[in-house]
């Protein structure tokens, strides 16, 4: 799904009739998009959304209907809608690879343009990086609970919005969930599906033993959900079926979807070995999130795979990011904003990460032309609006994610909040900068003798 070149606020277009009016719309800038800081319940966070952004500013175009709204609307005029008609974006990008783990304060992506194409791609940015990293890191926290147990996103049903869902379903892959039970997902990212079967299958039919042969001869490798009225006796019913189907009985599981997920797998699981079907995994599901997971898993319940919705589908815990997309440089000067809470940090810059014995000890936020030790971690993925060649695939970026969020620190990727903070410092000349660059700014905001405000803005 493309997203409408109206996916702005109306505050960006405004202005950018003003840079078009003023003659600043074509004057380059530096854009830095970063999280001020992370919720409570994260350590980190992993960056996803990135493959959409680019996408999208590769089709960036203002229609004949969008021109027309934006006529209906008396605010903007014909000589502005014409020259929006020919507008495309043709900037630069440097971003984290999807799937690399930051913190706050670092950027996420950079975008030098035209002020007037950086700015009108504002909440896009924020939009798209936003929604797909909140997603990827939770899904990094259930995958950290399982312990090496399969995670399952069983979310679009919860997720808010059909795009967040599929969507959602890429970023929860790249964090290492195994499969989705989405289709539209499933064909749009070509992720692994999976899925198993509803109650309602069960109450359709004559009888619990009735539904589970209907359903294990017309999907053999199915899994079967017994719980719909006593659990234990429908996993006595999976025994039964095996012993009257004989070698056409190739059930691959069983899922529990409520009550005491510990007490009944091992029950559950009791029961099949006995019946000798000690092949049979067992799946669990049911309003799961990470703190259930982990204990259920750090207890050896003998619980295979998980299916996970509400909990990672929503981000429950953590729903929103404070994720800001801020002016770093204009015409060659740097820019930053000073508001108590609300600071950033001037000019253009990279991000070192340091490692000792393969586990990340510390990034430096420097200068983009400084030169430090360690990996630098932003890197060039737009060049005058074309998407840079070779970009990775879906299996590179899980990948990457693995090893990178493997290199942490053990406390960075526990659950429980860090003892000690991953720590994030700024290189000398960073610091320099942002003191010049501060008070440059307060030499200019000191008051003055009036002049025209229009000679003032140019």
């Given at each position: 799904?493309t997203?409408?070149?109206?996916?702005?606020?109306?505050?960006?277009?405004a202005?950018l009739?003003?840079?078009f009016?003023?003659?600043?719309?074509?004057?380059?800038?530096a854009?830095?998009?970063?999280?001020r800081?992370?919720?409570?319940?994260?350590?980190?966070?992993l960056?996803c959304?990135?493959?959409d952004?680019?996408?999208e500013?590769k089709?960036?175009?203002?229609?004949?209907?969008?021109?027309r709204?934006?006529?209906?609307?008396?605010?903007f005029p014909?000589?502005?809608?014409?020259?929006?008609?020919?507008?495309?974006?043709?900037?630069?990008i440097?971003?984290?690879?999807?799937?690399?783990?930051?913190?706050?304060?670092?950027?996420?992506?950079?975008?030098?343009?035209?002020?007037?194409?950086a700015?009108?791609?504002e909440?896009?940015?924020?939009?798209?990086?936003?929604?797909?990293?909140?997603l990827?890191?939770?899904?990094?926290?259930?995958?950290?609970?399982?312990?090496?147990?399969?995670?399952?996103?069983?979310?679009?049903?919860r997720?808010?919005?059909?795009?967040?869902?599929?969507?959602?379903?890429r970023?929860?892959?790249?964090?290492?969930?195994?499969?989705?039970?989405?289709?539209a997902?499933?064909?749009?990212?070509?992720?692994p599906?999976?899925?198993?079967m509803?109650?309602?299958?069960?109450?359709?039919?004559?009888?619990?033993?009735?539904?589970?042969?209907a359903?294990?001869?017309?999907?053999?490798?199915?899994?079967?959900?017994?719980?719909?009225y006593?659990?234990?006796e429908?996993v006595?019913?999976?025994?039964?079926?095996?012993?009257?189907?004989?070698?056409?009985?190739?059930?691959?599981?069983?899922?529990?979807?409520?009550?005491?997920?510990?007490?009944?797998?091992r029950?559950a699981?009791?029961i099949?070995?006995?019946?000798g079907?000690?092949?049979i995994?067992?799946?669990a599901?049911?309003?799961?999130?990470?703190?259930?997971?982990?204990?259920?898993?750090?207890?050896g319940?003998?619980?295979?795979?998980?299916?996970?919705?509400?909990?990672m589908?929503?981000?429950?815990?953590?729903?929103?990011?404070?994720?800001a997309?801020?002016?770093?440089?204009?015409?060659?000067?740097?820019?930053?904003?000073?508001?108590?809470?609300?600071?950033?940090?001037?000019?253009?810059?990279?991000?070192?990460?340091?490692?000792?014995?393969?586990?990340?000890?510390?990034?430096?936020?420097?200068?983009?032309?400084?030169?430090?030790?360690?990996?630098?971690?932003?890197?060039?993925?737009?060049?005058?609006?074309?998407?840079?060649e070779?970009?990775?695939?879906?299996?590179?970026?899980?990948?990457?994610?693995?090893?990178a969020?493997?290199?942490?620190?053990a406390?960075?990727?526990?659950?429980?909040?860090?003892?000690?903070p991953y720590p994030?410092?700024?290189?000398?000349r960073?610091?320099e900068y942002?003191?010049e660059?501060?008070?440059?700014?307060?030499?200019?905001?000191?008051?003055?003798?009036?002049?025209?405000?229009?000679s003032?803005?140019?």
């Amino acid at each position: 799904m493309t997203a409408s070149a109206l996916f702005v606020d109306l505050y960006e277009i405004a202005m950018l009739r003003a840079y078009f009016e003023l003659g600043l719309a074509e004057r380059h800038a530096a854009f830095g998009l970063f999280v001020r800081r992370l919720p409570p319940s994260r350590n980190f966070l992993l960056a996803c959304g990135l493959a959409d952004v680019l996408k999208e500013l590769k089709a960036l175009r203002y229609d004949e209907d969008d021109l027309r709204y934006l006529s209906s609307l008396r605010s903007f005029p014909e000589d502005f809608l014409n020259w929006l008609a020919q507008f495309r974006f043709t900037g630069d990008i440097r971003a984290l690879p999807e799937g690399t783990p930051f913190f706050a304060n670092e950027p996420i992506l950079e975008v030098v343009a035209p002020i007037g194409e950086a700015q009108i791609i504002e909440t896009l940015i924020l939009n798209q990086i936003g929604l797909q990293t909140i997603l990827a890191s939770k899904a990094a926290r259930m995958v950290f609970a399982a312990r090496g147990r399969t995670i399952v996103d069983f979310g679009a049903r919860r997720a808010q919005g059909f795009d967040a869902a599929v969507k959602g379903a890429r970023a929860f892959y790249i964090a290492g969930v195994a499969a989705t039970s989405d289709l539209a997902a499933g064909r749009a990212h070509d992720i692994p599906v999976a899925g198993t079967m509803a109650h309602s299958f069960i109450e359709a039919c004559p009888s619990e033993a009735d539904a589970f042969e209907a359903y294990a001869r017309i999907f053999p490798r199915t899994t079967l959900l017994v719980d719909t009225y006593d659990t234990l006796e429908g996993v006595r019913k999976v025994v039964a079926l095996a012993q009257e189907m004989g070698p056409d009985f190739d059930v691959h599981a069983i899922r529990l979807d409520s009550g005491d997920l510990d007490a009944l797998s091992r029950q559950a699981r009791r029961i099949l070995d006995e019946g000798g079907l000690a092949q049979i995994e067992i799946v669990a599901s049911g309003a799961l999130d990470e703190a259930r997971i982990d204990h259920l898993a750090s207890s050896g319940a003998p619980i295979d795979s998980f299916g996970v919705g509400t909990e990672m589908a929503a981000s429950t815990d953590a729903p929103a990011l404070d994720i800001a997309y801020k002016l770093i440089e204009f015409a060659g000067e740097g820019r930053m904003k000073l508001s108590p809470g609300k600071r950033s940090l001037p000019g253009r810059k990279q991000i070192f990460r340091q490692f000792h014995d393969g586990v990340a000890v510390r990034d430096v936020i420097a200068r983009e032309d400084e030169r430090y030790s360690g990996v630098p971690l932003l890197e060039p993925v737009m060049r005058d609006g074309e998407i840079m060649e070779r970009r990775p695939s879906l299996l590179d970026i899980r990948d990457h994610a693995r090893a990178a969020m493997a290199a942490l620190p053990a406390d960075v990727r526990s659950l429980a909040p860090s003892a000690l903070p991953y720590p994030v410092t700024i290189s000398v000349r960073l610091a320099e900068y942002e003191r010049e660059v501060e008070a440059s700014l307060a030499r200019e905001t000191r008051p003055r003798a009036r002049q025209p405000r229009l000679s003032r803005c140019l």
